[in-house]
């Protein structure tokens, strides 16, 4: 038997096998695209929305309760909590609670507690946020109205603010603020009342692996203007004259360590009062003065939780 390998027969075994081939692969391509072609697109998730509501709340423990230099509880330890709604990234309302000591010992009214209202507005663009709102000071349990003590007559110390509150996010590490309050009556006495401070908040680097671990620096430096006390329409006072309350500068600075939702916070308050200017404003002269003050808080949200 003789096999030809001959120019023509090779040229004819060669064009049997192209033909098979292609034969062969012409319906896997067709069929390939068609099954690509039927296959469906994942489309791409949206970013999630911002949640239209949320509620936030924490609890603070603290060796003393400094507001705006003066201390609330007579220098003795405080427990105080929050609770505040939020709804669609701008609107807030909320309830804030402590314990005082305003001793009726010192012709005080000694409430039960200080609860405080307030409600406001809320909203961040980039770096900046803007808050303004409204928050009103009551004070449950109030006695002994109407007697005198420290040199006035004590009276319903109940009384409202309006505030704006913007700060700005300088980069990851400073913080920059303000603070401005005004109301027609502080503490209830009738004298008009603004006060303004500026506020500075430095994160320190976190030197361990845990990411959950911050520390940082922050301080307030504000100034109180006081008006004239009414209390004459109310009462009898000696000369039949009102008050003139001091202005006065307050200031604090301290570091803080937070883990999570809490926070261990270390600082000192000051205010250039004079002893006879706290008892003008405070009723009692030991009100004022150098205080530290150390303090572990919790704060968190119920979608913080999730």
């Known amino acids: 038997m003789t096999i030809l390998f001959g120019g023509e027969s090779m040229k004819t075994w060669a064009l049997l096998a192209a033909g098979m081939s292609l034969a062969t692969v012409a319906p896997l391509g067709a069929a390939s695209a068609a099954d690509l072609a039927a296959m469906p697109v994942k489309a791409v998730a949206p970013a999630p929305a911002t949640p239209d509501f949320d509620v936030a709340f924490g609890a603070k423990f603290a060796t003393d309760y400094i507001f705006r230099g003066i201390t609330q509880t007579d220098g003795n330890p405080t427990v105080q909590g929050y609770a505040e709604v939020r709804a669609w990234d701008w609107v807030y309302a909320g309830l804030f609670m402590s314990n005082v000591d305003f001793p009726q010992s010192a012709g005080l009214t000694d409430p039960t507690a200080e609860m405080d209202f307030y409600a406001g507005i809320r909203h961040t663009w980039g770096n900046f946020t803007g808050d303004v709102g409204f928050i009103y000071y009551y004070y449950p349990g109030q006695a ?56 500075l908040k430095v994160n320190l680097p976190n030197y361990t692996s845990n990411k959950d671990l911050g520390w940082y620096l922050s301080g307030e430096l504000g100034y109180q203007w006081l008006g004239t006390t009414t209390l004459s329409t109310q009462y009898l006072l000696a000369g039949g004259s009102n008050v003139a309350l001091p202005d006065y500068a307050t200031w604090n600075a301290g570091i803080a360590f937070t883990y999570k939702a809490a926070t261990l916070d270390f600082r000192y308050y000051d205010s250039n009062l004079s002893s006879r200017q706290c008892l003008a404003i405070a009723g009692l002269s030991n009100a004022c003065g150098d205080r530290y003050v150390a303090s572990l808080s919790f704060d968190t949200s119920f979608l913080q939780l999730k």
Do not use: C, H, M, R
């Open 144 to 199: 002994n109205n109407g007697t005198y003590g420290a040199g006035l007559p004590a009276n319903q110390i109940n009384y409202w603010e309006i505030y704006f509150k913007p700060s700005y996010v300088i980069n990851d590490i400073v913080t920059i603020g303000a603070n401005l309050y005004y109301g027609d009556s502080y503490a209830g006495t009738g004298a008009s009342e603004t006060y303004l401070s500026g506020t």
